[in-house]
């Protein structure tokens, strides 16, 4: 991670990242993700006013900053919860959530959606019903490329690209 700092300068990587508060699981994460994202999809928690991004992905940024510039073990409930209530997400609902087993549900939903489309890592791009997969360190312009022709394309017949 260190080492690719040095093509993305712009971002803010701790220099002990992976060597110290190290979470030992980022299961924690996700539930707590998972359970904030079924309170704004239900309309429990509304978009702030004039705010770029939801609440949900608000919080999904801090977490990510959390770990990689401040090196929080965001695994820690603590650390989870004091995120939650910087933002004003009320905590005994998510954690409602994840204790009625909303959470869980739906996270295991999204686990097995990643293996039955084979999803072997991040990014992976999946277009054309599952027909076309871009992943990895993919270009810009071979990701426009598939876009477009899917764009284009008038009949069913195989891409050229």
């Known amino acids: 991670v260190r080492g690719l700092q040095q093509h993305f300068p712009h971002v803010d990587i701790h ?12 299961m924690p994460v996700h ?3 998972k359970a904030v994202q ?9 978009r702030p006013a004039g705010a770029p991004r939801t609440l949900f992905e608000e919080l999904v940024w801090q977490l990510r900053l959390a770990f990689f510039s401040k090196l929080q073990n965001i695994a820690d409930e603590s650390v989870l919860h004091g ?3 910087a933002l004003g ?29 084979m999803i072997e890592g991040s990014p992976t791009w999946i277009m054309n019903e599952g027909r076309q997969r871009l992943y990895g360190n993919v270009g810009y312009r ?5 876009i477009q022709e ?7 017949l195989p891409d050229w690209c």
């Open 15 to 26: 220099p002990q990242i992976w060597t110290r508060n190290i979470p030992a699981s980022s």
């Open 31 to 33: 539930l707590t993700l």
């Open 38 to 46: 079924l309170l704004e999809k239900r309309g429990g928690l509304p």
């Open 83 to 85: 995120h939650l209530e």
């Open 89 to 117: 997400i009320p905590v005994d609902e998510v954690e409602a959530e994840i204790s009625n087993g909303n959470a869980h549900a739906a996270l295991s939903l999204d686990m097995d959606d990643h293996r039955n489309r």
């Open 142 to 146: 071979a990701i426009a490329a598939n």
């Open 150 to 156: 899917l764009l284009e394309r008038e009949v069913d």
